[in-house]
T-cell receptor
Framework: EAGVAQSPRYKIIEKRQSVAFWCNPI?????LYWYQQILGQGPKLLIQ????????DSQLPKDRFSAERLKGVDSTLKIQPAKLEDSAVYLC?????????????FGPGTRLTVT | GNSVTQMEGPVTLSEEAFLTINCTYT??????LFWYVQYPGEGLQLLLK?????DKGSNKGFEATYRKETTSFHLEKGSVQVSDSAVYFC???????????FGQGTELSVKP
């Protein structure tokens, strides 16, 4: 079974530029999550999708971050414009359904450096 | 609010040493508790879980017991191996379908 795929693995941009990350969850997984992991901290949930609907985006900085999962499969997370404090690893995860949210399968992450 | 606190790392041990990584939580009610592990270059993966007080989760020689009286879920292993070197995250979910709340992670380095 293929795991959660993310791209790119690394990205370096200057502040005020925009960037997009892509995630393809495990086939058949209805729930998809985006996390931000700042160095030395645990992952923090940014947004959770159930199929193509948003379940929780309470910690997403909506003035600069956006995410979509249009067909209920893969997803993109965008930052525009980026700030220095956005430097982090962005993790995508999926679970079979929302009620099994404890068993999430994580991708390798995208390491973003904003200079 | 709900939160998880782990002991700071890095923790450096010799092979076959005993491991304890402390984890305490703050939550209203009775959350479910988890340990996730992140091996170098890989994504996080679920290591073990416990869903109610006094439950013991176990996997790959690791164990953790859900202690409601001390609000703790310490991770233990009797004899670590070099291959156990990774970052370990304690986490909780407050209700079914809720979001995972992670601790800050503890890096473990095992030397041969």
């Amino acid at each position: 079974e293929a795991g959660v795929a993310q791209s790119p693995r690394y990205k370096i941009i200057e502040k005020r530029q925009s960037v997009a990350f892509w995630c393809n969850p495990i086939s058949g997984h209805a729930t998809l999550y985006w996390y931000q992991q700042i160095l030395g901290q645990g992952p923090k949930l940014l947004i959770q999708f159930q199929n193509n609907g948003v379940v929780d985006d309470s910690q997403l900085p909506k003035d600069r971050f956006s995410a979509e999962r249009l067909k209920g499969v893969d997803s993109t997370l965008k930052i525009q414009p980026a700030k220095l404090e956005d430097s982090a690893v962005y993790l995508c995860a999926s679970s079979l359904r929302q009620t099994t949210s404890y068993e999430q399968y994580f991708g390798p992450g995208t390491r973003l450096t904003v200079t | 609010g709900n939160s998880v606190t782990q002991m700071e790392g890095p923790v450096t041990l010799s092979e076959e040493a005993f491991l304890t990584i402390n984890c305490t939580y703050t939550a209203t009610g009775y959350p479910s508790l988890f340990w996730y592990v992140q091996y170098p270059g890989e994504g996080l993966q679920l290591l073990l879980k416990a869903t109610k007080a006094d439950d013991k989760g176990s996997n790959k020689g690791f164990e953790a017991t859900y202690r409601k009286e001390t609000t703790s879920f310490h991770l233990e292993k009797g004899s670590v191996q070099v291959s156990d070197s990774a970052v370990y995250f304690c986490a909780l979910i407050y209700n079914q379908g809720g979001k995972l709340i992670f601790g800050q992670g503890t890096e473990l380095s095992v030397k041969p």
